[in-house]
């Protein structure tokens, strides 16, 4: 079975594992409801995302 590469594609999956990782993260604040406490706030995906990119070297690999 051959993945399509095309940067379209690529884009598309990209896409998605945000979204998924927002509901993810979203999900794991989540409240059930009748509880009255305030709700959480969420954080910011892109603030979250730029702290990630600091442990990452210039090719982008993991820093250990």
Do not use: F, N
């Amino acid at each position: 079975m051959k993945v399509d590469m095309s940067p379209e594609a690529v884009t598309a999956r990209l896409k998605l594992v945000s979204q998924l990782r927002r509901l993810c993260l979203a999900l794991g604040q989540a409240r059930p409801i009748g509880q009255s406490a305030e709700p959480p706030a969420v954080a910011d995906p892109v603030s979250t995302y730029e702290r990630s990119s600091e442990s990452t070297d210039e090719s982008g690999r993991l820093r250990r």
